[in-house]
């Protein structure tokens, strides 16, 4: 993920967690350790588009389905990928799949809300380099009839995760960004559970 990327997040699970909770750019800069002109450049279309506003120190967000919405629209899933691999099921995949991956996509949908809007065969994992031989081992099958797909685990995504699934802005972002059919039926669900159903 590109550092801006980072922020976005942070701000979405930021506004979930605590509905106007006020950031500044320096609190920003030092969690993720990088430049005040990096989380500037970041800031600057939310403040444009009227996703954050200016309080009297700092700032918060106001628009938060335009805050997924710019986010998801400007992530390029495909970058991210470091494996894709097929399975028998994506039933089986997820059995199989190895502890200390991050849960993403359909599966971490199912796993936080119980329910699946629509039947899926593609099984999002987040993962580093060191994790992958484990990945393949278990996973690869050749041929079947689910997709895996194998994301690079950015270093702070343990941090945001929640019992090992993503967040729900970054289940929303690369719902966003995948092509099967199902996946407008998730993300719908996906916004009515966190209050923001009907978003264009």
């Known amino acids: 993920m590109f550092k801006k990327e980072w922020i976005y997040r942070e701000l979405a699970c930021l506004h979930l967690k605590e509905r106007g909770a006020a950031f500044t750019e320096l609190s920003l800069s030092r969690k993720f350790g990088i430049s005040l002109c990096t989380v500037h450049h970041a800031l600057v279309p939310l403040k444009e588009m009227g996703?954050?506003?200016?309080?009297?120190?700092?700032?918060?967000?106001?628009?938060?389905?335009?805050?997924?919405?710019?986010?998801?629209?400007?992530?390029?899933?495909?970058?991210?990928?470091?494996?894709?691999?097929?399975?028998?099921?994506?039933?089986?995949?997820?059995?199989?799949?190895?502890?200390?991956?991050?849960?993403?996509?359909?599966?971490?949908?199912?796993l936080r809300y119980k329910e699946t809007p629509a039947d899926y065969s593609v099984l999002v994992l987040y993962a580093d380099e060191k994790q992958l031989g484990e990945i393949k081992e278990r996973l690869e099958r050749g041929k079947?009839?689910?997709?895996?797909?194998?994301?690079?685990?950015?270093?702070?995504?343990?941090?945001?995760?929640?019992?090992?699934?993503?967040?729900?802005?970054?289940?929303?972002?690369?719902?966003?960004?995948?092509?099967?059919?199902?996946?407008?039926?998730?993300?719908?669900?996906?916004?009515?559970?966190?209050?923001?159903?009907?978003?264009?």
């Open 51 to 110: 996703i954050v506003t200016p309080l009297s120190r700092g700032w918060r967000v106001v628009a938060f389905g335009k805050l997924l919405a710019f986010w998801a629209s400007t992530r390029r899933l495909g970058r991210e990928i470091i494996w894709e691999g097929n399975a028998p099921s994506v039933r089986e995949a997820e059995r199989l799949a190895p502890s200390g991956t991050v849960w993403g996509g359909f599966t971490a949908y199912k």
């Open 144 to 200: 079947g009839g689910a997709r895996i797909l194998v994301l690079k685990k950015d270093q702070f995504i343990l941090d945001e995760s929640q019992d090992g699934l993503c967040t729900d802005p970054q289940i929303y972002a690369d719902l966003w960004n995948m092509k099967e059919w199902y996946a407008a039926d998730f993300r719908r669900a996906l916004e009515k559970q966190m209050g923001i159903d009907g978003m264009e």
